[in-house]
């Protein structure tokens, strides 16, 4: 134990320096449709040919974690951008030339890669920034890939004021929705590739947002499908799969898209947050009060193995200082409290960049308590069917969150883990 920590504080280091930039090649895979005139830029549908296409993008990041917000002004406002980051050049191949050069930067990487999965309102370029970005703040040296699929991108000012307000409706999120359902099978197909001939021995996937609905759906099938063909050996070369913020209806991930992901046996971590606004106003004003896994609103999704952590304590506010007041003939700036969106903490938030580090570092899976998290434990409260006694005190309990009486005994069942930071 103390070996494995003093070689988790010595590889976190890295975390907390500031570099003068990298240069990071993309290879994606997306079934967005090809812009008119343009050989190499992507749209918001699909591309009606029913296969993906292929390529790699060139990225320079020239920014560390600790600027990723970008400017005051800006993280004030809760947008994020991928700080000084830019797009060198995007160079369409056909899938033969795409899995050859795979299969060698995946040699030159020992077969470590990461694919990430973008989530809702994302153009192709976000996409790209976002992938470089997330590889860039965990000091990721492995293979990059991206999978695209077409979201729509909408005004980034309107949705600032809506996730903000939660009180206005957000029009592409239905289409975006419907896309992510049917990109699955294309995912699911590209997995298959990449997990068959691409050379690649450990596979990190991070989904977030929407993106995570892309990502379990095509896993899913994928899991299916290969256990038909007898091809369960894939399922050993994903390391880790991390669901970041998920915008899934929480019942749906519980009764069915988890299932698969449990029988394969895969390391699944979500991260969740009670300050999350994206999350909040998809349960509020999009989804009619359908709660979602990345909330924490209803109680923290529990379902082990899955791991589940709990980010809200990492998802700080803003405090920013305000005009000029006198208090006592005293000139004073009274600092107020500004809470951004809390929707890309992932790759803007220190401590669950930290954890995701950990997980994408190791040739094992480091489990919660190894990682320096805090366990909460979940107990069901009430015996299932309480006599009318204390049923009554349950009704009083539930109006007034007072103390239990001591005839509403409780079982003291534990019912599983999540953890905090």
């Keep these: 134990m103390l070996l494995l920590t003093s070689c988790i504080d010595s590889k976190l280091m890295v975390i907390d320096k500031h570099s003068k930039g990298r240069f990071i090649t993309v290879h994606y895979a997306t079934d967005r449709t090809i812009e008119p005139g343009s050989s190499s830029h992507y749209g918001g549908d699909f591309n009606g040919t029913?296969?993906?296409?292929?390529?790699?993008?060139?990225?320079?990041?020239?920014?560390?974690?600790?600027?990723?917000?970008?400017?005051?002004?800006?993280?004030?406002?809760?947008?994020?951008?991928?700080?000084?980051?830019?797009?060198?050049?995007?160079?369409?191949?056909?899938?033969?030339?795409?899995?050859?050069?795979?299969?060698?930067?995946?040699?030159?990487?020992?077969?470590?890669?990461?694919?990430?999965?973008?989530?809702?309102?994302?153009?192709?370029?976000?996409?790209?920034?976002?992938?470089?970005?997330?590889?860039?703040n965990i000091d990721y040296m492995g293979t990059t890939l991206l999978y695209s699929w077409p979201s729509n991108t909408w005004d980034k000012e309107y949705l600032t004021y809506a996730y903000l307000e939660q009180k206005v409706k957000i029009p592409p999120y239905v289409a975006d929705a419907t896309a992510a359902r049917r990109s699955a099978k294309y995912l699911e197909n590209y997995l298959a590739q990449v997990l068959d001939t691409a050379r690649v021995k450990k596979l990190f996937?991070?989904?977030?947002?929407?993106?995570?609905?892309?990502?379990?759906?095509?896993?899913?099938?994928?899991?299916?499908?290969?256990?038909?063909?007898?091809?369960?050996?894939?399922?050993?070369?994903?390391?880790?799969?991390?669901?970041?913020?998920?915008?899934?209806?929480?019942?749906?991930?519980?009764?069915?898209?988890?299932?698969?992901?449990?029988?394969?046996?895969?390391?699944?971590?979500?991260?969740?947050?009670?300050?999350?606004?994206?999350?909040?106003?998809?349960?509020?004003?999009?989804?009619?009060?359908?709660?979602?896994?990345?909330?924490?609103?209803?109680?923290?999704?529990?379902?082990?193995?899955?791991?589940?952590?709990?980010?809200?304590?990492?998802?700080?506010?803003?405090?920013?200082?305000?005009?000029?007041?006198?208090?006592?003939?005293?000139?004073?700036?009274?600092?107020?409290?500004?809470?951004?969106?809390?929707?890309?903490?992932?790759?803007?938030?220190?401590?669950?960049?930290?954890?995701?580090?950990?997980?994408?570092?190791f040739p094992e899976h480091i489990s919660p308590d190894n990682r320096g998290l805090k366990t909460k434990r979940v107990r069901y409260s009430l015996k299932p069917k309480p006599d009318k006694i204390q049923q009554k005190w349950v009704e009083q309990f539930n109006k007034n969150r007072g103390p239990l009486p001591p005839r509403a005994i409780v079982t003291g069942q534990l019912i599983g883990y999540y953890w905090m930071f």
């Design 50 to 136: 029913g296969k993906p296409y292929y390529g790699t993008a060139k990225v320079l990041i020239t920014d560390g974690p600790a600027k990723a917000l970008g400017t005051r002004r800006q993280a004030i406002r809760g947008v994020y951008t991928e700080g000084n980051s830019e797009i060198l050049g995007i160079n369409r191949q056909d899938s033969l030339e795409f899995f050859r050069d795979l299969r060698a930067a995946s040699s030159n990487n020992e077969g470590t890669a990461l694919l990430f999965v973008h989530g809702f309102n994302n153009s192709f370029n976000d996409a790209v920034k976002r992938a470089a970005q997330l590889t860039y």
């Design 205 to 361: 996937i991070v989904a977030h947002s929407m993106g995570t609905l892309v990502l379990t759906s095509a896993l899913k099938n994928l899991i299916k499908d290969s256990i038909i063909e007898g091809k369960t050996g894939r399922f050993s070369k994903i390391k880790e799969i991390i669901l970041a913020a998920p915008d899934i209806d929480l019942a749906e991930f519980r009764d069915d898209l988890s299932q698969e992901l449990i029988k394969a046996e895969l390391n699944v971590t979500i991260y969740v947050s009670g300050k999350d606004r994206a999350i909040k106003t998809s349960e509020l004003e999009v989804t009619n009060n359908a709660v979602r896994l990345g909330g924490t609103a209803n109680g923290v999704f529990i379902k082990p193995p899955i791991e589940t952590v709990d980010a809200t304590s990492a998802c700080n506010d803003y405090l920013i200082k305000t005009q000029a007041v006198r208090l006592l003939g005293i000139k004073i700036f009274p600092p107020i409290r500004i809470s951004g969106i809390n929707h890309d903490y992932f790759v803007t938030k220190t401590l669950v960049l930290k954890d995701i580090f950990i997980l994408s570092h």
